[in-house]
């Protein structure tokens, strides 16, 4: 079996958020004697010279964008055993961002259109193609209209996954005709028709043989208008294809008794060198030096999503209690001033980095004790798979994804591996923070908690094995 991811990003390539780490992990996990996974991605600006040494020119085509040829240039390099195939085309991708540019209608239809163009050009006809994301989600619409007239597309199998329901690709319905060149009857409610505007995943859900989103309970939570973006009407309709599948973490990169990026690796036999991981932690944000105080760590967008408001109601009074607390991240001014202002009056109780590092986040996720999650929604998370891969205790709010990976504790049964909350409620927050303090006194019990974090499995070996029973069921191939 022959499967195509087609994604905007993917690590370690260019990444901006989970969709990258599910892009550059899950394909290794997929790939198999009985599957092959390549990658289509663009070939983004910032991807290093590094990478683009390794990368061999293989050919050039082009697309049609209403009245437009547009040059498609493909770059082809194996990493990590996965075969990953590159779009170039400056004029689109050599950018500083992947997002936000005014005009990424053009840019991700043009790449759309290019993956398909470059399929054929290659003949390389996979069994699945797989989408993500608004982004791609225009390949599954065009597939629809190719297979009218092109046999080499006929037959191809789509499955669409959904990271986020709340970025959708909504766009002036001219793109339809000016982009897309699709006819005009493609403009109606049970296709890209959303109000008076095109959707580009919406479509990408229509049109795919199967949906899949990143947890089960965030596939039942979009089926009701709260969490369903105004789609929530279109999933119940296609609600008999739709799975929720939990992502996984890369077990070698995250891998706390290798990871190259922490100066001390441990397990679950040698937990005290966390201590040590905590000074060192200590000592690179510039905090008082103390392994017997708990360390709270946040790594994050700092979005509303992420339920930082909650954090801004109880700072001022979280920071009266003997912690420390580090932050990584960058976003919304508001959240990044609030961060700045309590670092500025609690300095050696709060040390807020507003940047984004891959070493330091590592360093945190295994030097801290405790890790805040208390989202507003979550579709799946990693981060707080990661805390667990590393013993840092996650806090967070039972949604999503969150409700699915993280145990709550239970002081009777010893059973659990995090701290819950249910209301979105900022003192129930607190509340939950300053119980999982009062279980932090209690070493033996902690040290048992810590185990069990790490003993969850949250590596791509289960998770894969769903994503390859979605792909036998559409192609209509019984699981032996």
């Not at 050009?121 to 629809?144: C, E, G, S």
């Not at 329901?165 to 006819?183: A, H, I, K, S, T």
């Not at 945190?364 to 579709?379: C, K, N, Q, R, V």
């Not at 040290?447 to 070996?461: E, I, N, T």
Request: charged letters at 20%; a negative charge; proline letters at 4%.
């Amino acid at each position: 079996m022959r499967v195509i991811f087609v994604a905007s990003e993917a690590a370690p390539f260019a990444k901006t958020g989970g969709l990258a780490d599910v892009a550059g992990s899950l394909p290794k996990a997929l790939n198999s004697k009985e599957v092959t996974v390549e990658v289509f991605l663009p070939l983004h600006a910032k991807i290093s010279n590094d990478f683009r040494k390794e990368m061999a020119f293989i050919g050039e085509t082009e697309v049609t964008l209403g009245w437009r040829h547009q040059y498609v240039g493909i770059f082809k390099m194996n990493y990590d055993g996965v075969t990953y195939y590159f779009i170039d085309n400056e004029f689109y991708f050599k950018r500083h961002m992947l997002y936000g540019d005014g005009d990424d209608a053009e840019r991700y239809i043009y790449f759309s259109k290019a993956v398909l163009a470059a399929l054929k050009f290659l003949d390389l006809k996979p069994d699945v193609i797989h989408t993500h994301d608004w982004h791609t989600a225009a390949v599954n619409v065009l597939l629809d209209h190719y297979k009218n007239y092109d046999p080499f597309y006929d037959h191809i199998k789509t499955v669409f996954t959904i990271h986020n329901l709340r970025y959708q690709g909504v766009f002036d319905p001219f793109v339809l005709g000016d982009m897309l060149n699709l006819p005009q009857e493609y403009f109606n409610e049970d296709a890209l028709k959303f109000y008076d505007s095109i959707n580009l995943l919406k479509g990408g859900i229509v049109y795919a043989d199967h949906v899949t989103t990143v947890s089960k309970s965030y596939a039942h939570e979009i089926t009701y208008p709260y969490f369903g973006e105004n789609l929530d009407g279109i999933i119940q309709k296609y609600q008999h294809k739709l799975s929720g599948i939990v992502n996984g973490i890369d077990y070698e990169v995250y891998n706390p008794s290798t990871d190259p990026n922490i100066v001390i690796h441990f397990d679950k036999r040698s937990l005290n060198r966390k201590n040590e991981l905590k000074m060192h932690l200590q000592i690179k944000f510039g905090l008082p030096v103390d392994p017997n105080i708990p360390m709270i760590g946040i790594v994050s967008r700092l979005v509303d999503m992420k339920g930082l408001d909650l954090v801004d109601h109880i700072l001022e009074e979280l920071l009266q209690e003997d912690i420390q607390l580090v932050v990584l991240g960058t976003g919304e001014k508001k959240y990044e001033d609030m961060f700045k202002y309590f670092q500025y009056r609690y300095p050696h109780k709060l040390s807020a980095r507003i940047y984004f590092d891959q070493y330091e986040s590592h360093a945190i996720y295994a030097g801290t004790d405790l890790f805040l999650m208390p989202s507003l929604f979550e579709p799946c998370g990693l981060s707080q798979l990661i805390a667990l891969r590393y013993a840092s205790i996650p806090i967070v709010r039972q949604i999503g994804g969150l409700k699915d990976t993280v145990i709550p504790y239970n002081k009777f049964t010893g059973e659990g591996n995090g701290f819950c909350f249910v209301n979105y409620n900022a003192h129930e927050l607190l509340f939950t923070i300053k119980e999982a303090l009062a279980h932090y006194q209690d070493k033996s019990n902690w040290r048992l908690m810590m185990k069990h974090a790490m003993s969850a499995d949250h590596s791509w070996k289960t998770s894969s094995k769903e994503y390859l029973a979605i792909y036998h069921k559409i192609l209509g191939i019984k699981n032996s």
